[in-house]
């Protein structure tokens, strides 16, 4: 059977990706589209919790998962500003280390082993992923860097803490902590700057509405996914998300990558797949 789920969740998040620069573009403000995507997976999350029986958390869990939404909410805010500062397939290969960032501080605090395999990889990756921004034929914003690195290591971060804190919990309630508290971050600095900066025309709403939802739908799939064929397997079709969006940015923005940069990509996403194999 094919990884439906997983593979949906990972060209829907590459959509997403495109959308956001495309939302950005056309003026939208960084806070109102992060207020308006948290809301609605607020909505999303709610809905999914009416299916199925009613799941149940003890006060650790919901404090747990509070938090890490406050992380998530840092997440997604370097990740658009990466995207925001420099193309999406660099914003998006840059913050594709999260599995390599993962491995390493999951070795660093026991809570797994890394072979040298794993960090012979983790060494390959790395390595392609300068290629790839070295590469760059017009230059890179490092600010943009610095974003993409920083949503790596709130991914890592939330990812190491919910396998040392979570296991077991129900994922639905954990998600929708988690999302309760990102909105709630982003509502309140809404409020509290007064800066709602919306879409200025009925496209540009229509590009806000279907990032928001693909972006959505996909998280929601990746749980899906990871219930139906597994938390390893889903991690493996995940590294297709960089891979869509890099082909429908090509399309969509015209932003192309050099054979050389094509070339760092690939051995990144190679080691990338290695190591999540071997580590």
Not at 34 to 51: D, E, I, N, P, Q
Not at 153 to 182: E, H, N, Q
Not at 256 to 276: C, D, E, K, N, W
Request: proline share 4%; net charge positive; with cysteine.
């Amino acid at each position: 059977m094919l990884p439906f789920s997983g593979l949906t969740a990972a060209i829907a998040l590459g959509v997403s990706d495109v959308l956001v620069k495309v939302v950005l573009a056309a003026g939208c403000g960084a806070l109102t589209m992060l207020t308006f995507r948290s809301v609605v997976g607020l909505a999303f999350v709610a809905t999914w919790l009416g299916f199925g029986p009613r799941p149940r958390a003890d006060a650790r869990v919901r404090w747990i998962s509070l938090g890490l939404g406050v992380l998530f909410a840092a997440l997604i805010f370097c990740l658009l500003k990466a995207i925001d500062a420099n193309d999406v397939p660099t914003a998006m290969l840059t913050y594709f280390v999260y599995p390599l960032l993962t491995g390493i501080a999951a070795s660093a605090t026991g809570l797994e082993s890394l072979r040298w395999q794993g960090a012979a990889c983790a060494v390959a990756a790395f390595f392609g992923l300068a290629v790839m921004i070295g590469a760059h034929p017009a230059g890179l914003a490092m600010s943009g860097i610095a974003y993409a690195l920083g949503a790596a290591c709130c991914r890592a971060a939330g990812l190491v803490i919910t396998r040392a804190f979570l296991v077991g919990a129900d994922a639905r309630l954990t998600t929708w902590y988690s999302v309760a508290s990102t909105a709630l971050v982003f509502v309140a600095l809404s409020l509290a700057t007064g800066n709602w900066n919306p879409p200025q025309s009925g496209g540009d709403w229509t590009a806000l509405i279907v990032m928001t939802l693909a972006s959505t739908a996909g998280i929601l799939l990746v749980f899906l996914s990871i219930v139906r064929i597994g938390s390893f397997r889903t991690a493996l079709i995940m590294n297709l998300e960089p891979l869509t969006a890099i082909v429908l940015s090509a399309f969509a923005l015209g932003e192309v990558i050099t054979p050389i940069q094509a070339v760092g990509s690939g051995i990144m996403l190679a080691a990338l797949v290695a190591f999540q194999v071997w580590r």
